[in-house]
């Protein structure tokens, strides 16, 4: 089998996005609401994961604007500020995009756009109502190398849609109903989550056949 080979550092910002969003996929989106003085603000990022459990921590870069300077999220967010993640189902794929609009600085997307918004209980960030989970959120954390800010935010809850959740008490959550999406490749192309497999994870005894 034959690879292409691409030194990254030689390629302009341009042609190391278009490889690495169409090869590294799918991405999550997180639906990132803040509060800022101009009032709410709500955008999307698939430059977006879940980092660990212990505590609970989510990562996202938001891309400065054109001009270098910070987009609103990032001011909003600012050092140990308050910020919701609510994850995008196929419903609100729409809403979503629409949102990603180049609004002018201090317009409130969800009023725009007609969305509902929810309150939080342990942030004063509120979410989308109609989101089939979020996340409350507290930033930790922002790291930048060269032009690339990345906000690190510990989990404070999480908030899932009734009838996703098949036993609260055993924490069993039944993912394909919240039919959510991811991004694939760069502006446009996005993908359903609910064509999954699974593959059981085998021990070392299981996989040298020395267990009985």
Known sequence: MSHAHF????????????????????????WVGTQGEGGFNLAPYSFFGLM????????????DRPDGTPKDTALNIGPGGEFTVSLVSAALAEAMNLSATDFPRGMDEAQVLGLRLASSRQVQVPRVQDAPAALECREVQTVRIG??????????????REDAVLDAEKHHVDTA??????????????????DTFELKRRTYAEWSGQED
């Open 147 to 160: 032009q690339t800010r990345i906000i690190l935010g510990e989990v404070l809850a999480l908030w899932l």
């Open 52 to 63: 660990g459990s212990e505590p609970p921590v989510v990562a996202f870069a938001p891309g």
């Open 7 to 30: 030194d990254l550092t030689a390629l302009p910002q341009s042609a190391r996005y278009k490889l690495l969003t169409a090869t590294v996929v799918p991405r999550p989106i997180a």
């Open 177 to 194: 109903a919240l039919d959510l999406i991811g991004r694939m490749g760069g502006r446009g192309t996005y993908t359903h989550t609910r």
